[in-house]
């Protein structure tokens, strides 16, 4: 992979999602996740009261950052030892989706985030999402980054959801440096990064039966981690927001 893995400017782009709960609920359970599932705010990872209002299990999260050169130079540390992922099929322990979408990284996360794992295992039967999901699964990251790039249904529910943020979105065709990577707890109990600008799926580690992606343990594998290689890397810019996939209570 090229030290920029960022998607050509010749490439279709889409107006890029705001991390807001509402929007990332609306455009899944439009695709074809029940509302017994959504996205919920993060607002600390330290404080157990603030952490106490995210309802639980925590199937995955969504963390959006500015992309920094420690962050650059950090993934192509990681990634200059690693080979181009071409697994597919059921027996893959998780679905990886390339980006070759533009400005599509939040939709990339998303996906990320309801087709592993526990939610992948209440997506709504003949629904949009589930068809889109079953094409996906034989298919290697190239021809699955394509059938996804073909998809007027994602592309429709995406533009109806990029409309419903509180701030005015970017246009599609604008350089944005936001950034969003998935970190979703497989049935297998592997914590997965999952990041369409990487070169597969990153395994950061095994966890309990009873430890769900937003426990000590997946906070440590993933979200510290990512912060903590920004600190030690000298970036003085550490904003970053998070939403978590569980359930949805009355």
Known sequence: MADNPDV??????????????EVMSHLVHQ????????FTDVYSIDEPDLLAFVPRPSHALL????????????????????????????????MWFKQTIRNACGLIGL???????????????GSDLDHLLRQAE???PIRRADLLYE????????ADAAKRGDTAAPQAEDNVDLHFVAF???????????DGR????????????????????????????????EAEGGNPDLRFSLVSLGPVFD
């Open 8 to 21: 050509p400017n010749t490439q279709k782009a889409f107006v890029p999602l705001e991390n807001n709960p």
């Open 31 to 38: 695709l074809g996740l029940p509302p017994s599932l959504g």
């Open 63 to 94: 963390l959006v950052f500015p992309v920094s050169e420690t962050y650059e130079q950090s993934r192509r540390s990681e990634d200059s030892s690693l080979d181009e992922y071409t697994g597919s099929g059921p027996s893959e322990p998780v």
């Open 111 to 125: 996906l990320h985030a309801v087709a592993n794992g526990e939610p992948r295992q209440h997506i709504t039967p």
């Open 138 to 140: 034989g298919l290697q």
């Open 151 to 158: 998809s007027k249904a994602l592309e429709s529910a995406h």
């Open 184 to 194: 979703v707890k497989g049935l297998d109990g592997t914590l997965w990064e999952l």
């Open 198 to 229: 990487r070169k597969g799926p990153l395994a950061r580690g095994k966890l309990g039966a009873e430890e769900d992606a937003l426990s000590e343990a997946a906070l440590a594998l993933g979200v510290r981690r990512f912060l903590k290689t």
